[in-house]
């Protein structure tokens, strides 16, 4: 039997996060949910273990790339499935990535999310990730900047290790397809807790534009 353990890293989700593991639980094919809570505030990891969660505790915040990798160490499986903390009831639709991976169709899927209905930034960070995987890859993305994915294990073990702030998801997907592997996105229903055009939603872009910006000029050398 094929092994699929989930991960999700989470900062202080203690809103959603139990609302995410249930609809998790609910995929049959899912072995374990392992949470990583990466240094949370608040009741992350409480929530998380209530849910029936596996729950790794980080002290520190190492931010999303450090804290997959610290929940790697070890880790038995053959089917990595990544998703993020805040997507709540909508996490049910992850099932749909693991078809095209599990039929030999695809070695990494990535969820294709249907447009906001809260406008957030201008597309500078998304467009700027397509264009570095496209510059690097040759291939257009849809979606680069989607934390969810369905990843089987020789392609993890082929890119090393993930990548550090925001930049983690565009770093993956070029890493992957340079590779050699095959890449495909998967249209889904799922939904975030949206940022909208506010003071905390621009920072939270402008750190994940540097962050993307980064991954893909440390590629270009």
Known sequence: ????????????????????????????????????????????????????????????????????????????YDVLLLID???????????????????????????????????GGFGLVKGTARWGIKRLTKVQMDEPLSGQRAIRRDVIENISKFGDGFGVEVGITIDTLRKGF???????????????????GFIHRGRQFCDVLRIILNRLR
Request: zero cysteines.
């Open 1 to 76: 039997m094929t092994k699929i353990v989930t991960l999700i890293p989470a900062y202080n989700e203690e809103k959603r996060i139990a609302k995410t593991v249930g609809a998790l639980k609910k995929i049959s094919s899912i072995m374990r949910i392992v949470v990583v809570d990466d240094g949370s505030s608040d009741a992350t990891a409480k929530k998380a273990d209530e849910a029936g969660a596996e729950v790794i505790r980080l002290e520190k915040n190492l931010g999303k790339g450090g804290a997959l990798n610290e929940a790697l160490k070890g880790l038995d």
């Open 85 to 119: 903390g805040d997507l709540g009831e909508s996490a049910i639709e992850a099932g749909k990535l693991l078809g095209p991976v599990l039929e030999g169709r695809a070695d990494m899927t990535i969820a294709d999310f249907p447009k906001p209905s809260t406008k």
């Open 182 to 200: 095959k890449v495909k996105e998967v249209p889904t229903s799922m939904s975030h807790a949206e940022t909208g055009r506010n003071a905390r």
